[in-house]
């Protein structure tokens, strides 16, 4: 972009963690950004999360990282039986932090909206504001009237209509098979393990975060749509109250209000591409993954961050070929992590007692002969890293 030159136009469509972070990164990279969220408020929907290394490098291009540094805390990691018996356990943080230069960091979801959302200056979101279409021609419907933008990045999530609208002969999300339940509890006095435990068709997660809290999170197969006949705590405690340490205590300190529910969905077809026209998707628009390797906000962000870094120095009439270097770079990648997270996911799920054990031996053997194994095999996620900035 010469000096002097009119400033390009980008709209985002939707303000959750992928669209706070297009915005950010669009508006450091010289763009004239606006932003498009039809709900009233940047509340988050969602309890807690993770951020591996490749999501806090990410993070790093839009100035967010050191915020969420802060949040890291020692622990172990490991995975357990209901009975409470550890199937593998390890210092990961240290492991992880010397493989791959940062930890993976647990933090309220809201923690991370804050982060992205100061990076955004004053004036450039719209809350309240739906966009009802988006042609690939960068042309803009909105509640408050039309607009013309050079790009248009759609982060309008799992059900996103930018995605039918682009795709209209792609089947969209299926349904995983499973649902899962979500929780913050108040502070509660530790200390308390970092697990995730392996039962018989489900699984429960312990996460202590740096404020005192703890978060968790139970997966399990379920008809999809189908809700607990009382309230979601109380088919928490029916499903896990009978599982081992602090896992009974940690539901009876949470009320029915906190426990979040949602089923699992992901786009086991891939797209033919992230983008159309001037038209890029971004985050669950485009990739819908089960959470089963912590990578959803995780690959938001890289959309997000590579976006970024590719509009640094272009012009309105370098999008197309900006945007087909983002589908280049990203479908590949996002594709892959999706089949991962399905493949693990499925594992977790495992309801034949041969399989159970089956799965539950190797763990035991990993831990015991192989620790840095699974890190091996999480390096293909964790040691990304954002492109270099290059004007085009």
């Known amino acids: 972009m010469s000096e002097g030159a009119a400033r390009p136009r980008a709209v985002i469509i939707g303000a959750g963690i992928g669209g706070l972070a297009a915005a950010a990164g669009l508006h450091a990279a010289g763009w004239d950004v606006t932003g498009y969220e039809r709900a009233a408020s940047l509340e988050p929907v969602g309890a807690g999360l993770a951020l591996a290394p490749n999501g806090l490098r990410a993070l790093d291009v839009f100035g967010a990282g050191d915020a969420v540094r802060a949040h890291a805390i020692g622990?172990?990691?490991?995975?357990?039986?209901?009975?409470?018996?550890?199937?593998?356990?390890?210092?990961?943080?240290?492991?992880?932090?010397?493989?791959?230069?940062?930890?993976?960091?647990?933090?309220?979801?809201?923690?991370?909206?804050?982060?992205?959302?100061?990076?955004?200056?004053?004036?450039?979101?719209?809350?309240?504001?739906?966009?009802?279409?988006?042609?690939?021609?960068?042309?803009?419907?909105?509640?408050?009237?039309?607009?013309?933008?050079?790009?248009?990045?759609?982060?309008?999530?799992?059900?996103?209509?930018?995605?039918?609208?682009?795709?209209?002969?792609?089947?969209?999300?299926?349904?995983?098979?499973?649902?899962?339940?979500?929780?913050?509890t108040p502070e509660f006095p530790g200390p308390v393990p970092m697990s995730e435990t392996w039962g018989p068709g489900s699984v429960f997660g312990v996460m202590p975060l740096a404020d005192g809290r703890v978060y968790c999170y139970a997966a399990a197969p379920a008809p999809r749509g189908a809700h607990s006949p009382d309230d979601e705590l109380a088919e928490l405690v029916r499903r896990f109250g009978g599982w081992h340490k602090p896992i009974p205590a940690l539901l009876g300190s949470a009320t029915p209000e906190s426990v979040l529910r949602h089923d699992v969905a992901e786009l086991a077809e891939p797209l033919p591409a992230m983008h159309r026209g001037r038209v890029a998707l971004l985050g669950d628009a485009a990739h819908p993954m089960t959470p089963n390797l912590g990578q959803g906000a995780c690959q938001a962000l890289e959309d997000a961050a590579v976006l970024a870094r590719l509009a640094t120095g272009l012009d309105g009439s370098g999008v197309p070929g900006m945007l087909a270097r983002y589908t280049a770079m990203r479908l590949a990648r996002t594709t892959k992590i999706v089949r991962l997270s399905r493949r693990a996911g499925r594992m977790t799920t495992w309801t034949s007692p041969p399989a159970i054990a089956l799965r539950d031996g190797l763990a035991m053997t990993l831990g015991k002969l192989a620790p840095a194994a699974a890190l091996r095999g999480l390096a293909p996620i964790y040691d990304w890293h954002p492109p270099a900035t290059t004007p085009k």
Request: net charge neutral; aromatic share 6%; glycine share 10%.
């Open 75 to 184: 622990q172990e990691i490991g995975i357990r039986r209901p009975d409470g018996r550890w199937l593998l356990r390890s210092s990961t943080e240290r492991m992880v932090t010397d493989r791959f230069g940062d930890p993976v960091i647990l933090l309220p979801r809201s923690r991370l909206i804050e982060a992205l959302a100061s990076r955004v200056p004053a004036g450039v979101l719209a809350l309240s504001t739906e966009v009802t279409s988006a042609g690939q021609d960068g042309h803009v419907a909105t509640a408050a009237g039309p607009l013309d933008a050079d790009l248009v990045v759609a982060a309008d999530g799992l059900s996103s209509a930018t995605r039918a609208a682009l795709f209209p002969d792609h089947p969209g999300p299926r349904y995983a098979g499973f649902t899962t339940w979500r929780l913050l």
